[in-house]
């Protein structure tokens, strides 16, 4: 019991440094904070960025419903994203453009998780 406890500690800083880094990286290349994401505005660049956020939080094995509340959104729009995100991505230029910014921003932090 205490060793399932500390491991899920242990994945909850994880899964925070992923979220804390993914965001800085989207501000970094965006200028976009947390509380843009978490807006309702849905013009598209907001939108693939929160998009973005999405799929590499799921990706690092972050909880849907954290991610949803972290964006001010339900969880079911976080897997509707990440659905969205895998074909859009294959044919939107501009969503892909910006998948690879902060994916390469990102690239620096893979160490540090």
Not at 59 to 72: C, F, P, R, W, Y
Not at 88 to 101: A, G, P, Q, T
Request: with cysteine.
């Amino acid at each position: 019991m205490f060793l399932q406890q500390k491991k899920d500690k242990a994945m909850d800083k994880i899964c925070e440094k992923v979220c804390k880094h993914t965001l800085e990286a989207i501000y970094a290349v965006s200028g976009y904070t947390l509380d843009d994401l978490s807006s309702s505005d849905r013009r598209e660049p907001l939108v693939f960025y929160r998009q973005i956020f999405c799929k590499i939080c799921a990706d690092a094995g972050v909880d849907h419903e954290e991610v949803a509340k972290m964006i001010n959104r339900h969880r079911s729009t976080v897997y509707s994203s990440i659905a969205l995100f895998k074909v859009d991505r294959k044919y939107n230029v501009e969503l892909y453009r910006l998948w690879d910014k902060v994916h390469k921003k990102l690239g620096r932090y893979d160490r540090s998780v």
